[in-house]
């Protein structure tokens, strides 16, 4: 009996040892969207990180399938655009996923609208508007500056779990901020031609982007937000493109291209696919070659 | 309607609610998801063993209130209001509560709630993608099986989902029929253990396997006494509002699958989706009818009873979606000291329109096959429905 719970004792000290060791080894991350996966990458190289979605799946509408309640589960963080982007399918996947860490922004949950201030912010909402978020637009990471904040306030939040590991996350986001900072200009630089520019654009996708480099959005593809586009609302665009002062029409990786290439055949505009998030198009591989596609496309329909 | 009261405050209450915080967006205590299903129809006949009526009528006109009660709790109450000829019932369709910190993946669900059983069951029907639940979900488990109970459920911390889960529930819906009233039924009637599986193929696809059992300690039919008592069995069938049972057994066996595909798994343009559910019911001949069939060596014992369905549906674009079901039923029903064998068989065909997230007209054309099932032999039967939700955005299950 002696040996037998010897035994039992010290296979239970391996068990717990190693359970604790893999514990420390990596924090599991469930991020919503890839520009979170790209932003944790940054700032948390060493995390197990994984998307919920693709830069090729709309946001809004998203299953709460089996394997991301599995991934959730197993998560210790979990980042998310917030603003209820994904009110569709996130409550039902905490709800089935029974992980008490990522319940709360208290703890191990995240919201990167949370911490900044989003644009277009509704003092109230009728459905009769179309599917609007009161809270603002939630697409805020083609804001290099606002992302910079939302960098800020998601290492205090990896600080938080990993108080250990401070250093090491520090090191990171001094890092990954210094070098944002110096693109951040390059790239105002680089797009400054494009400020004052008109295009017409499927949702309010890219709102933030034309926001900072000051391009216009003067129609929307779709009659409301979520409506799909219809051959009467596309008839008065074509109207509208016919000033002439429209410089593309401007669809995002998840979005349907065929109302942006009827309305480009008639009012000979150009269309152009943009990649919404990392691993839209085949140059969008982290954050900054993201922004950097972005710019390049855009730049290449600007008359100087 | 002792009941009656209550109930009608908690849906006054609601209802002043909706005008001022039909924006909540989040759900907390102080701004709970309140959100209202509106659901109406007009019909050219009467399936059996479902819940609407010929002609014009409402389905499931839904009020539902939800919101986490504190960093342990959350709770979630629906009312149904349900229109039967002049009559209008107030329901309670759920009413339950759900730790939200339990260790290691498990939790607690307590109170009025769908039993986690098979794939639809737990669904909302306003979710659905035909008018009725398939002929199986009507004859075995009243077309969905709610009920004041308790769940414990775990989820395995693996990559591949796996859940698993007990419950134990009152009952009272599952009863075998007593046409005497003299039976003492067990207060803990229904018995239930449930397995999930699923994961994703390739980026475009999804996929969910289930296994449950349903243990029905009040299912078994009881002994005929020797009088004409099949005229009393006939009237059940009228009974089709009641959320009842109308074929029970002490076992229930179900396998249930789902696979959804959209392509690069965006679900905004096109998604299909196939499921399927068998159903077995078995021990339900009354234990002196086996006496009396082996004295006589005339009678075999039935057959178990079953039932089946396939349903595929696709969206082919925002706006409209497309449904193609198959499903049967085999029961069989009592008379006198031995069974009659049933059978229905349903193809049915359903076009739906959406306006935008919240609103779906549809069209459905159901055709019913019968052998000795109410008379029903050929019928033909078309339904035009409209299902809209009001108020917060609720998230959808898989």
Redesign the interface.
């Known amino acids: 009996m002696r040996i037998n719970s010897k035994v039992i004792q010290a296979s239970c000290l391996t068990v717990a040892l190693t359970l604790s060791s893999a514990a420390q080894a990596a924090l599991n991350v469930f991020a919503c969207e890839p520009e979170y996966a790209a932003l944790v990458h940054e700032l948390a190289p060493e995390a197990n990180i994984y998307s919920a979605t693709t830069a090729m799946q709309d946001p809004h509408q998203v299953q709460a399938r089996p394997s991301l309640i599995a991934k959730m589960r197993q998560a210790d963080l979990v980042v998310c655009a917030g603003a209820d982007l994904e009110v569709g399918w996130l409550p039902m996947l905490q709800m089935k996923s029974a992980n008490a860490k990522v319940r709360s922004t208290d703890q191990g949950l995240f919201f990167a609208a949370d911490h900044i201030e989003t644009l277009d912010r509704l003092e109230s909402v009728d459905r009769s508007m179309g599917d609007v978020h009161a809270k603002g637009n939630p697409h805020l990471h083609f804001d290099p500056e606002r992302l910079l904040k939302v960098a800020e306030a998601l290492h205090l939040k990896l600080v938080q779990l990993e108080p250990d590991s401070k250093t090491q996350y520090d090191a990171a986001l001094a890092d990954f901020s210094a070098r944002w900072q110096a693109a951040t200009l390059k790239w105002q630089a680089l797009a400054a031609p494009l400020k004052g520019q008109k295009v017409i654009a499927y949702h309010s996708s890219f709102r933030y982007l034309f926001n900072w480099l000051g391009i216009e959005q003067v129609g929307d593809l779709e009659p409301k937000p979520g409506l799909a586009p219809t051959t009467a609302h596309l008839a008065e665009l074509q109207h509208r493109a016919q000033q002439g002062d429209v410089m593309a029409i401007i669809v995002a990786s998840y979005q349907d291209e065929r109302g942006a290439h009827w309305l480009g055949e008639r009012a000979t505009l150009p269309v152009q696919v943009l990649p919404m998030s990392v691993g839209g198009n085949e140059d969008s591989d982290d954050l900054f070659s993201l922004y950097q596609s972005v710019i390049t496309l855009l730049l290449s329909y600007s008359q100087p | 309607m002792t009941n009656f009261n209550p109930r009608m405050t908690v849906l006054a209450a609601a209802c002043a609610c909706v005008s001022t915080v039909a ?1 909540a ?3 907390t205590l102080s701004n709970p998801a309140i959100s209202a299903v509106l659901d109406g129809y007009y019909q050219s006949a009467e399936r059996p063993m479902a819940e609407r009526e010929e002609g014009f009528g409402l389905g499931h006109t839904e009020l539902a209130l939800s919101a986490n009660i504190d ?1 342990l709790f ?1 709770g979630k109450l629906t009312a149904v209001l349900e229109t039967h000829g002049s009559e209008t019932e107030v329901g309670l369709e759920e009413a339950f509560i ?1 730790t ?4 290691a ?3 607690v669900r307590a109170g009025r709630f769908l039993s986690d059983v098979g794939y639809l069951n737990n669904q909302h029907v306003h979710t659905d993608a035909f008018a009725d639940r398939p002929a199986v979900y009507r004859a075995f488990l009243g077309s969905h099986y709610f009920d004041d109970g308790a769940r414990l ?11 698993m889960g007990v419950e134990a529930f009152k009952g009272e819906s599952m009863r075998a029929e007593d046409e005497h009233g003299e039976r003492e039924f067990d207060n803990i009637g229904v018995y239930t253990a449930y397995t ?5 193929i390739g ?1 475009s696809s ?3 396997l289930g296994l449950s059992y349903l243990r029905n300690e009040n299912g078994r039919l009881t002994a005929h006494e020797a009088h004409d008592e099949d005229v009393v069995i006939e009237d059940s069938h009228d009974h089709s509002h009641s959320h009842s049972a109308m074929y029970t057994g002490e076992n229930t066996y179900m396998a249930d699958f789902v696979y ?1 595909w959209a392509p ?6 096109q998604h299909l989706t196939l499921s399927g559910e068998y159903f077995q019911v078995s021990d339900f001949a009354p234990l002196a009818a086996h006496e009396l069939a082996d004295a006589h060596s005339v009678e075999h014992l039935p057959d178990d009873q079953t039932g089946w369905y396939v349903s595929s549906v696709y969206q082919f ?3 409209w979606s497309a449904g193609l079901r198959y499903g049967r039923v085999d029961t069989q029903e009592l008379h006198d000291d031995h069974f009659h064998e049933q059978s229905l068989k349903e193809t049915e065909v359903s076009l739906a329109w959406h ?4 609103s779906t007209v549809r069209l459905q054309y159901t055709h019913q096959n019968g052998t000795n099932f109410d008379g029903i032999e050929d019928d033909n039967l078309i339904t035009l429905q409209y299902v809209m939700t ?1 108020g917060a ?1 609720s ?4």
């Open positions: 924006s967006q989040d759900a960093d959350y759900q939200l910190s339990m260790p993946g498990f939790s459920d775990y989820v395995a911390p693996t990559d591949l989902y796996w859940t999930k599986l699923g994961g994703d980026i999804s996929w969910q959804k690069k798994g965006n679900y905004k343009y674009n925002p706006n306006h935008s997230h919240f009001l955005h998230a959808h299950q898989f």
